[in-house]
């Protein structure tokens, strides 16, 4: 699985993208958002606030409820702000 981080989350993991093998107990971003925040303080602080997180997957936009099955590509980002 691909994994993109933008903005905010990318400053606080350090990587802008990653390569990762899931655990098959992983079915949805809520998920993948636990698993993540256990790699690290960096990724704990990421994913602290997840009012400020969105996501997208195989770049559909998606909540915490989405599921990941088949899934190639998840990405974490801030909300976006027109201006």
């Known amino acids: 699985m691909k994994l993109l981080y933008f903005a ?3 400053e606080s993991t350090g990587v802008a993208e990653e390569d990762v ?3 098959d107990s992983i079915t949805n971003i809520a998920g993948v958002i636990d698993w993540l925040k256990t790699r690290g303080e960096g990724y ?3 994913f602290a606030d ?3 997180i969105r996501c997208a997957v195989d770049q559909q ?3 915490l409820g989405t599921p ?3 899934a190639s590509e998840i990405a974490f980002f801030p ?3 027109g201006g």
Do not use: Q
Request: net charge positive; charged share 10%; hydrophobic share 50%.
């Open 50 to 52: 997840l009012a400020i």
């Open 8 to 10: 905010r989350v990318k």
């Open 44 to 46: 704990a602080h990421a």
């Open 61 to 63: 936009h998606g909540n």
């Open 68 to 70: 990941i099955a088949g």
């Open 21 to 23: 093998m899931l655990p």
């Open 79 to 81: 909300p976006v702000t």
